[in-house]
Each structure stands twice: as structure tokens, then as C-alpha cells.
């Protein structure tokens, strides 16, 4: 069964650091391409990171220079390092898997985890 | 970032009826425009890819059309599951962005 499950949210004062983890079912992370969104309470959704299949990596403005994204072919899991959280970094962070259509032509977010919430408050 | 703008931010609609929801992008995007829904307390389903194509097992009732900077999610009889947050998604550049969402009350 192709799934996502995150892991790793939860309460953090302000200036503090997560991990938070994606563990994949059912295709590999090395051969995909998988992007971290978050959606802030109420509010809608704002793409925070990818991760290339090649290894290459691309981050939001909001969060550049702040978070990692990483992978661990071995475990085919997905990471995301937080640091220096701020307020309003306070959301919902969904892993999904971008997936590509039409022989690469064009791509979506086809598969999605169920989210874990980060809360940034002291 | 290439802005997107989506129309009405919410409307209120009864089983059966046709709705249409809109999305503009700040520039072109070609035909590199996805459409999502959400349900309450959910993670987003993927509807449309590539603005008009169906992703696998979304029922035929939804439909997509658009290219350039102007693009409609239509749901033809609106079923009582329809009743959600719709997204619209560019993926023309790295920098993926989302519409701010329509939401899809029941009248």
C-alpha cells in the first residue's frame, strides 16, 4: 500500500529546532520526488520544501536558511529539520509525493500523509 | 512567486447543483495548474492534474478546463462528499504555490 506517515510535531518555544519524519510505504524515496507542505490553522496551504530524486533541494523563502530537508534511502524516509521556529511557523506539515504525468510533462501532489502539527509558542 | 488568486472565497450550493470554481494565476502557467480538495480535519486529494486531466478514480462529475491565466473546476451535480475546501496548485515554476482555497457550503 503506498502511504506517508509523519511524525515528530509538538510544542516548541519560540527559537527552538524539530525534526520531523515521513516514513514512506509502497515506493522508494530515492526515485521520487517529495515535498513538505504546511498549512497553518484556519489557513491555507503554503509549500515549504522539495527534495529531487538527484538529491537536489529548493526551500520557500519563509523558511530558507532555517529548514532542511533531508532523506534516508535506507529507512525510505523523509525529513525535515526546523530551526530557529518562529510563531508563525505554528502548522499542520504534510509530506506528499510529487508525481509526474504525462512521460514528465507535468507533475501534482498525488499521495499525501495524514500531517503532524508543530505548535511554536512559549 | 506566481500568485494565485481563487474566486469566490466561499459559496453556498445544494445537492444536485452545477458549481464553478475559479483560479487565476499573477502570470502564465501554461496548463500547469492542479486542482485539490479537502475535507474537515484531512490531508488534500489531488482532482485535477495538468488542468483539465482526471486523476484516477475522481468521479467524472468533477472537471477541469483553463490554460494561460484562467482556469475553472466545474463539480456537476454536487454530491453531499462534495461539500469541502478546493485549492488550486501551480506547478509551473519550482516555487509550487496555492490558491487561498474556495470553500463549498451546503445552502
Known amino acids: 500500500e503506498v502511504q506517508l506517515v509523519e511524525s515528530g510535531g509538538g510544542l516548541v518555544q519560540p527559537g527552538g529546532s524539530l525534526r520531523l519524519s515521513c516514513v514512506v510505504s509502497?515506493?522508494?524515496?530515492?526515485?521520487?520526488?517529495l515535498s513538505w507542505v504546511r498549512q497553518a490553522p484556519g489557513k491555507g496551504l503554503e509549500w515549504v520544501s522539495v527534495i529531487y530524486s538527484g538529491g537536489s533541494t529548493y526551500y520557500a523563502d519563509s523558511v530558507k536558511g532555517r529548514f532542511t530537508i533531508s532523506r534516508d534511502n535506507s529507512k525510505n524516509t523523509l525529513y525535515l529539520q526546523m530551526n530557529s521556529l518562529r510563531a508563525e511557523d505554528t502548522a499542520v506539515y504534510y509530506c506528499?509525493?510529487?508525481?509526474?504525468?504525462?512521460?514528465?510533462?507535468?507533475?501534482?501532489?498525488?499521495?499525501w500523509g495524514q500531517g503532524t502539527t508543530v505548535t511554536v509558542s512559549s | 512567486d506566481i500568485q494565485m488568486t481563487q474566486s469566490p472565497s466561499s459559496l453556498s450550493a445544494s445537492v444536485g447543483d452545477r458549481v464553478t470554481l475559479t483560479c487565476r494565476a499573477s502570470?502564465?502557467?501554461?496548463?500547469?495548474l492542479n486542482w485539490y480538495q479537502q475535507r474537515p480535519g484531512k490531508a488534500p486529494k489531488l482532482l485535477i492534474y495538468?488542468?483539465?486531466s482526471l486523476q484516477s478514480g475522481v468521479p467524472s462529475r468533477f472537471s477541469g478546463s483553463g490554460s494561460g491565466t484562467d482556469f475553472t473546476l466545474t463539480i456537476n451535480s454536487l454530491q453531499p462528499e462534495d461539500f469541502a475546501t478546493y485549492f488550486c496548485q501551480q506547478s509551473y515554476s519550482t516555487a509550487v504555490t496555492f490558491g487561498g482555497g474556495t470553500k463549498v457550503e451546503i445552502k
Open positions: 495538468a488542468a483539465s
Open positions: 506528499a509525493r510529487d508525481n509526474y504525468y504525462d512521460l514528465g510533462s507535468y507533475d501534482a501532489f498525488d499521495i
Open positions: 502570470q502564465s502557467i501554461r496548463s500547469y
Open positions: 509502497g515506493f522508494t524515496v530515492s526515485s521520487n520526488y
